[in-house]
C-alpha cells in the first residue's frame, strides 16, 4: 500500500487489514475518555469524527484552518480530519510564545481555529486574544468564554471526502523558528506525500519499518515530519507503534517496556531528556535495531550511549538533515565503531552524509556572489528537490529570496567534501569566520559528561559565549579550562538548568532569543538575510 489520500489514510489501512496497535502516553486531548490504545479501524473512526466538527464549525473546501494545542499526535488526526472535507490544515505549536502565535494566525487567516484552553488562557495572560483572529474558534478543555467547545459540534455526521489535488495545497506546517517567528510552509499531495512519504515506505531492508517492528516515536507532532511520518509508517503496517508525547524519563519509562522498541525515533532534545533511561536496569532500548533523528545537530556522545544500550550486534543509527521546506536533504549512518572515538576534534556527526540518492542536489556557494566554491572551502548550502513546498503563507517576499529557479537557500553554512558528503558548520547567521559553534559543541559534550547540553553563542567583535546546560546549574570551572585548553579562544561559560533556556517546539535552542536574555544589544555575526 501507497499512501496519497491523507484523509481517507486509515479508512484505506483499515481495508487493507493493517494490523498495527498503537499505544499513548496519555490520552488524545480530542478523546480524553478514549484511553491510550488504538487499532486502525478506531483511529479512521476518529478522523471522521473530527471531520464532522471541522464541518460543523463551518469549515469548508479550500478554507485554511488552524489546530493550536498540547503536544499530541491528534494533531495528525485533526490535519486528515480537515484534509478529509477539503480545508487546508495549518499545525501549528501550542507552546509557542503569544506574539508569535497571533503573528502566524494573523498570517493564515483561518476560518476556524481549533486551540487547546490552556493556550488560549496563556495567550490571554499575555495580553494576546487569538479568539478574534478566526470566524470561529473550539476549545479543547475547559469551556472558554467567546469560544465553542467540542462538545458543540459532536455527533455531527461527517461530509463526504473529497480527494485532494496533487499539486494544490494540503497542509501548512510550520519552521522551528530559531532566530524568531516561525515561518508558516505550504505543502502540497505532491511535495510532502508523493515525493517524501512515498519514497519512505518503499520497504528497504534495515531501514523500512517490517510488519514484526515495535516502533517509538517522542516527536513534535506539530511539526511536518509527524505528518510524513504517519503517512508512511502506517502503510509499512508494524505490530505496534508508541506515541512519547513529553520527554519526562518516568513517564516515558512505562509505555517503553511495556513494548520495547524496535525502532526508536524522536528529536535530539528528547533524546537527551530520555537518557537517563538508559542506565536503569530494566533497559527499554535493548532491542533497538534502528534509530532515527531529524530537526538538530545530534551530539557524538548521545548516539553513542543510545547504540551501546542496544542489545542487537549491530545496531544502527541513520541522521537525517534536512527543512521543513525540503524534506530530508542528506543521510549518514553510525554505527558503534564509527562514534567510538571521543574528545577529539572530528567531524563526527557534523558531516550529515551524501545528498538521497536521486533525489536531492546540494550546492555549496560564496555568501555574497551566490557562486558555487569549490569542494573543502565553505559556503552557503543550496539545494535542489522535488519536495520544495509552495512558498510561505503571507511572506511571498521572503520566499522569493530564498529561491533561485530550481534551488532552494537553506541559509546553512557548510563544506561540501571531496567525496560528496556534506559538513555542516554553523546557520549563516549564527556563523563567525573559521570557527565552527557546532564543532565546539560536540567537543564539550564528550569531554564534560556532566553538561546536558552546550550552545555557543556569537556576537560581533567579542570571543563566543558559551552556555552549558546542566542539570543543577552548577558547572565545575576547573574541569570547564580543562576541556576547552585547545579551543578557539571562547568567553567565561554561563551555566543554565534545562528549563532556563527558550526552545522552539522540536526542543531547539533558540539562539537568538538566548543571546538577548544574556547580552542585551549584541549583535549577530551573520546577515540573517536567508533566516
Known amino acids: 500500500m501507497k499512501p496519497y489520500d491523507m484523509g481517507v489514510l486509515f479508512d484505506e489501512c483499515a481495508e487493507h487489514a493493517i494490523p498495527t496497535t498503537v499505544r499513548l502516553d496519555r490520552p488524545f486531548d480530542i478523546a480524553p475518555e478514549g484511553g491510550t490504545s488504538y487499532d486502525v479501524p478506531a483511529l479512521a473512526g476518529l478522523v471522521r469524527e473530527v471531520s464532522a466538527w471541522w464541518h460543523a464549525a463551518g469549515a469548508r473546501p479550500g478554507d485554511p484552518v488552524a489546530i493550536v494545542k498540547d503536544n499530541h499526535w491528534d494533531y495528525v488526526l485533526l490535519a486528515c480530519g480537515a484534509i478529509r472535507?477539503?480545508?487546508?490544515?495549518?499545525?501549528?505549536?501550542?507552546?509557542?510564545?503569544?506574539?508569535?502565535?497571533?503573528?502566524?494566525?494573523?498570517?493564515?487567516?483561518?476560518?476556524?481555529?481549533?486551540?487547546?484552553?490552556?493556550?488560549?488562557?496563556?495567550?490571554?495572560?499575555?495580553?494576546?486574544?487569538?479568539?478574534?483572529?478566526?470566524?470561529?474558534?473550539?476549545?479543547?478543555?475547559?469551556?472558554?468564554?467567546?469560544?465553542?467547545?467540542?462538545?458543540?459540534?459532536r455527533g455531527t455526521p461527517p461530509p463526504p471526502p473529497r480527494r485532494p489535488e496533487p499539486d494544490a495545497p494540503l497542509v501548512v506546517v510550520h519552521t522551528s523558528g530559531t532566530t524568531g517567528v516561525p515561518k508558516l510552509v505550504v505543502h502540497s499531495t505532491r511535495t510532502v506525500i508523493g515525493t517524501l512519504a512515498r519514497f519512505e515506505a518503499v520497504r528497504v531492508p534495515v531501514l523500512a519499518a517490517r510488519r514484526d517492528d515495535v516502533l517509538a516515536n517522542a516527536g513534535a507532532w506539530a511539526h511536518g515530519r509527524a505528518f510524513c511520518w504517519t503517512a508512511s509508517v502506517f502503510c509499512l503496517g508494524p505490530r505496534s507503534i508508541s506515541i512519547l508525547t513529553g520527554a519526562d524519563p518516568d513517564t516515558a519509562d512505562p509505555v517503553l517496556r511495556a513494548a520495547p522498541p524496535t525502532i526508536v525515533e524522536a528529536t535530539p532534545a528528547n533524546y537527551l531528556r530520555l537518557r537517563p533511561l538508559l542506565s536503569r536496569l530494566d533497559n527499554a532500548f535493548r532491542n533497538v535495531r534502528l534509530y532515527l533523528s531529524t530537526f538538530d545537530a545530534i551530539h557524538p556522545p548521545t548516539v553513542r550511549d543510545y547504540l551501546a544500550a542496544s542489545g542487537r550486534r549491530t545496531p544502527l543509527?541513520?541522521?537525517?538533515?534536512?527543512?521543513?521546506?525540503?524534506?530530508?536533504?542528506?543521510?549518514?549512518?553510525?554505527?558503534?565503531?564509527?562514534?567510538?572515538?571521543?574528545?577529539?576534534?572530528?567531524p563526527g556527526t557534523r558531516n550529515l552524509g551524501h545528498p538521497v540518492p536521486g533525489r536531492t542536489r546540494l550546492r555549496v556557494v560564496d555568501p555574497a556572489t551566490l557562486r558555487p566554491v569549490p569542494a573543502g572551502r565553505p559556503g552557503l548550502v543550496?539545494?535542489?528537490?522535488?519536495?520544495?513546498?509552495?512558498?510561505?503563507v503571507g511572506e511571498d517576499d521572503r520566499w522569493a529570496a530564498k529561491r533561485d529557479g530550481r534551488w532552494f537557500n537553506t541559509g546553512d553554512i557548510g563544506v561540501r567534501r571531496r567525496d560528496g558528503s556534506l559538513l555542516l558548520l554553523d546557520r549563516e547567521v549564527d556563523h563567525a569566520g573559521a570557527l565552527s559553534c557546532l564543532e565546539i559543541e560536540d567537543v564539550v559534550a564528550d569531554r564534560l559528561p556532566e553538561v546536558i547540553e552546550c550552545v555557543v553563542l556569537t556576537t560581533r567583535g567579542r570571543p563566543p559565549l558559551p552556555v552549558a546546560v546542566t542539570e543543577d546549574g552548577a558547572l565545575d570551572r576547573a574541569a570547564w579550562a580543562t576541556a576547552v585548553r585547545d579551543l578557539p579562544p571562547l568567553r567565561e561559560p554561563v551555566a543554565l538548568r534545562w528549563d532556563e533556556v527558550p526552545r522552539t517546539a522540536t526542543g531547539k535552542v533558540r539562539r537568538s532569543a538566548l543571546l538577548a536574555e544574556l547580552q542585551d544589544g549584541a549583535t549577530l555575526p551573520g546577515s540573517g538575510r536567508w533566516t
Open 382 to 392: 543550496l539545494a535542489a528537490t522535488a519536495a520544495t513546498c509552495l512558498g510561505y
Open 317 to 346: 543509527w541513520m541522521q537525517g538533515w534536512g527543512q521543513s521546506e525540503t524534506g530530508p536533504l542528506t543521510f549518514r549512518f553510525f554505527t558503534r565503531g564509527s562514534v567510538r572515538q571521543r574528545g577529539e576534534r572530528h
Open 85 to 153: 472535507l477539503g480545508a487546508v490544515p495549518a499545525q501549528i505549536a501550542g507552546n509557542l510564545d503569544a506574539p508569535s502565535l497571533a503573528t502566524l494566525l494573523h498570517r493564515l487567516r483561518p476560518s476556524v481555529l481549533l486551540a487547546g484552553s490552556a493556550v488560549l488562557q496563556r495567550c490571554a495572560e499575555a495580553g494576546v486574544d487569538l479568539r478574534g483572529l478566526a470566524r470561529t474558534v473550539l476549545a479543547l478543555g475547559e469551556p472558554v468564554p467567546g469560544a465553542r467547545s467540542a462538545d458543540d459540534v
